[in-house]
Nanobody, 124 residues
Framework: QLQLVESGGGLVQAGGSLRLSCAAS????????MGWFRRAPGKEREFVAT????????YYADSVKGRFTISRDNAKNTVYLQMNSLKPEDTAVYYC?????????????????WGQGTQVTVSS
């Protein structure tokens, strides 16, 4: 079983950057695919990015491609989301999730564990 705790959210101006972290407890972190999702006010949860167990494969939503980078450090049981060139439409609660599936996973229902979320607010 994994417990996931996100951090790094906050308020930033448009064009700025933030780096989110997701720390996992559990010895099997390195076997899980990891993902980031977000939920904006009044909208459904949407996929943002995913990374395979080794970090060798990544996949991004079109809306963040070229601006966001997902990475992981299996020695630290941590996955990151570097967010650059932030836009007001990136404002949302960001969640990390773990899937007991080694490769990249886009579908939220395939994830087994979720964090509590961290708020990201981008002002115009």
């Amino acid at each position: 079983q994994l417990q996931l705790v996100e951090s790094g959210g906050g308020l930033v101006q448009a064009g700025g950057s933030l780096r989110l972290s997701c720390a996992a407890s559990g010895r099997t972190f390195s076997t899980y695919a990891m993902g980031w999702f977000r939920r904006a006010p009044g909208k459904e949860r949407e996929f943002v990015a995913t990374i395979s167990w080794s970090g060798g494969s990544t996949y991004y939503a079109d809306s963040v491609k070229g601006r966001f980078t997902i990475s992981r450090d299996n020695a630290k049981n941590t996955v990151y989301l570097q967010m650059n060139s932030l836009k007001p439409e990136d404002t949302a609660v960001y969640y990390c999730a773990a899937a007991n599936e080694g490769f990249t996973v886009v579908v939220a229902s395939l994830y087994d564990y979720w964090g509590q979320g961290t708020q990201v607010t981008v002002s115009s």
